[in-house]
């Protein structure tokens, strides 16, 4: 029996991840800050036989992410995909203290203390998943704190995926470009929607890379779209 934690499951990348893994024998450990918005995935995940856990944190505190790797127990975790994040649009000039550390409470310590507390649950075989984006490699005009978020992400993986290697665990990293969902209604601008991937295509990415024979690791998969890249 496969078990998954997936991060970010409420919706968008992380409803799609959680829904192409779904199946029977997998149990899925499902994170996120909607409990309604929780409940529709995991009502999805169970309705391709799979079995959904409901795991209700705020990730920007450290201390209910203690609580949540407490909840997740000892059991053995073939994979944590570190999905969740927050964006945040915004010149320099205008970004407050306050801003920036949440960016990175939740872009990089939640994914560093996943990480360090349930490696210790995880033998060869198991994967890291972290869905970066294409701002962990280019900086954008606004992004700045968004950008700082995926590239500190960017180094930490490749750091980490080179101590866990002899372990037989993976560590795989998704770049996807702009993807389509909720996160742009809060995002100020025109953005052309219809350029943009659709979370299901990140979904397959991971499902992808999970699947491939426990010897053979798919480290970075970049994703965009033909009509253009944002």
């Given at each position: 029996?496969?078990?998954?934690?997936?991060?970010?499951?409420?919706?968008?990348?992380?409803?799609?991840?959680?829904e192409?893994?779904?199946?029977?024998?997998?149990?899925?450990?499902?994170?996120?800050?909607?409990?309604?918005a929780?409940?529709?995935?995991?009502?999805?995940?169970?309705a391709?036989?799979?079995?959904?856990?409901?795991?209700?944190?705020?990730?920007?505190?450290?201390?209910?992410?203690?609580?949540?790797?407490?909840?997740?127990?000892?059991?053995?975790?073939?994979?944590?995909i570190?999905?969740?994040?927050?964006?945040?649009?915004?010149?320099?000039?205008?970004?407050?203290?306050?801003?920036?550390?949440?960016?990175?409470?939740?872009?990089?310590?939640?994914?560093?203390?996943?990480?360090?507390?349930?490696?210790?649950?995880?033998?060869?075989?198991?994967?890291?998943?972290?869905?970066?984006?294409?701002?962990?490699?280019?900086?954008?005009?606004?992004?700045?704190?968004?950008?700082?978020?995926k590239?500190?992400?960017?180094?930490?993986?490749?750091?980490?995926?080179?101590?866990?290697?002899?372990?037989?665990?993976?560590?795989?990293?998704?770049?996807?470009?702009a993807?389509?969902?909720?996160?742009?209604?809060?995002?100020?601008?025109?953005w052309p929607?219809?350029?943009?991937?659709?979370?299901?295509?990140?979904?397959?990415?991971?499902?992808?890379?999970?699947?491939?024979?426990?010897?053979?690791?798919?480290?970075?998969?970049?994703?965009?779209?033909?009509?253009?890249?944002?």
């Amino acid at each position: 029996m496969k078990r998954y934690l997936i991060t970010g499951a409420s919706r968008g990348i992380g409803r799609a991840i959680a829904e192409k893994l779904a199946g029977a024998g997998h149990t899925l450990l499902l994170h996120g800050r909607d409990r309604d918005a929780l409940a529709k995935t995991c009502r999805a995940v169970e309705a391709k036989t799979g079995l959904a856990i409901s795991l209700c944190y705020d990730l920007r505190d450290a201390g209910a992410v203690e609580k949540m790797i407490d909840e997740i127990g000892p059991k053995p975790l073939d994979a944590l995909i570190n999905n969740a994040g927050v964006a945040l649009v915004k010149p320099l000039d205008q970004i407050t203290l306050q801003e920036w550390q949440t960016i990175f409470a939740v872009n990089v310590t939640a994914p560093f203390l996943l990480t360090q507390r349930l490696l210790p649950m995880m033998t060869s075989g198991a994967s890291i998943v972290n869905i970066l984006s294409v701002a962990a490699k280019t900086g954008f005009p606004s992004w700045s704190a968004y950008c700082m978020s995926k590239f500190a992400l960017e180094g930490f993986s490749q750091s980490v995926r080179e101590e866990v290697r002899s372990r037989g665990i993976r560590v795989l990293n998704i770049y996807p470009a702009a993807t389509n969902t909720e996160i742009w209604n809060a995002v100020e601008g025109e953005w052309p929607r219809e350029q943009m991937m659709l979370p299901e295509e990140i979904g397959d990415a991971v499902a992808y890379a999970l699947s491939r024979p426990a010897e053979v690791a798919v480290e970075n998969i970049d994703l965009t779209n033909l009509t253009g890249r944002l």
